[in-house]
């Protein structure tokens, strides 16, 4: 698990991206616990990936945005892209029995969209819309089914570090089972976000994901959602850490990734079906965010 830190301006906290090396599978499981080695855990950041914070048993706080919330049995804190955690002080975590659950929209599988449309019209991944524009969701796992919720913890934990024959789709069932709890004990909290949640953000996404294909600016898109470059920028960063033009290039990478794997097509004409025009433009920015060419992860992908 790659994790880059990117600072941000003035006071905002760094937003860490995920690089999943080439066939590395997309879904992490973190001990969270005062002897838990959570690198860049101890500063306030975001992250440009959901996850879920699971705690079995009462103790410590977690430190969300600017709150300060004391850990009981059964939370479920809910991290949307976007979402600040609060710089961890050391006594934080002492007694707490809890684990972390970070994942990308890959990880459900080839169809799923990519970038932050996938988190919007996925179903099982609509609990985790809601950005930076509330804090992370808090939701209480009934007594009856905690037990069964560390099983699958457990039972993904296990999967990751052993990767036994077939851990690939017993990794995705156990998640997508996760997946299926949060979405049902946010359900309330969901219809709610369906109606009032972020209709700039809707707006912004489905626009990359109609047009990523093709060259697109920053001042195309907040022209096709009626509002100033500028504005369309602050807004966009403080609901998710990734500028409009990250997100672009994020969906962008998703599709390359996706045609490197499946097809023999040359990079050059990958390039252009994901809006490059130029071959060498493409190849440098895969190289930016990926820390090889196109041609070297494909080779190293199969």
Do not use: C
Not at 182 to 192: I, M, N, T
Not at 217 to 245: F, K, M, N, W
Request: hydrophobic share 40%.
């Amino acid at each position: 698990m790659q994790i880059r830190r990117t600072p941000l301006s003035g006071d905002q906290p760094p937003t860490y991206r995920w690089l999943p090396a080439p066939g590395e599978l997309a879904v992490k499981v973190l001990s969270l616990g005062h002897d838990a080695d959570i690198n860049g855990a101890h500063e306030a950041h975001s992250h440009d990936f959901p996850g879920i914070a699971y705690f079995a048993a009462d103790g410590g706080i977690m430190r969300v945005g600017k709150q300060v919330r004391h850990v009981e049995a059964g939370d479920l804190f809910v991290i949307a892209p976007g979402d600040v955690t609060g710089k961890a002080d050391s006594v934080d975590l002492v007694d707490v029995q809890g684990w972390g659950v970070f994942f990308t929209a890959d990880a459900l599988g080839p169809e799923t969209p990519g970038a932050h449309l996938a988190w919007r019209t996925h179903p099982l991944l609509f609990p985790f819309v809601h950005g930076g524009a509330r804090n992370a969701l808090r939701l209480k796992v009934p007594v009856p089914d905690r037990d069964d919720w560390i099983t699958r913890i457990h039972a993904l934990q296990d999967e990751l570090a052993h990767r036994r024959e077939g851990y690939r789709e017993a990794v995705s069932a156990h998640l997508v089972l996760l997946l299926v709890g949060v979405s049902r004990l946010a359900a309330d909290v969901v219809g709610d976000l369906r109606e009032n949640a972020e209709p700039l953000l809707a707006e912004v996404f489905d626009v990359i994901e109609r047009r990523y294909p093709k060259p697109l600016s920053l001042r195309e898109v907040a022209a096709a959602v009626r509002i100033s470059p500028g504005h369309l920028t602050s807004t966009v960063r403080r609901r998710t850490g990734r500028t409009v033009q990250e997100w672009i290039t994020e969906r962008r990478m998703v599709q390359a990734r996706r045609l490197l794997a499946v097809t023999e097509l040359p990079v050059g004409d990958i390039g252009r079906q994901v809006g490059f025009p130029d071959a060498g433009y493409f190849a440098r920015t895969f190289g930016k965010v990926h820390g090889m060419s196109p041609t070297r992860w494909r080779t190293v992908n199969r």
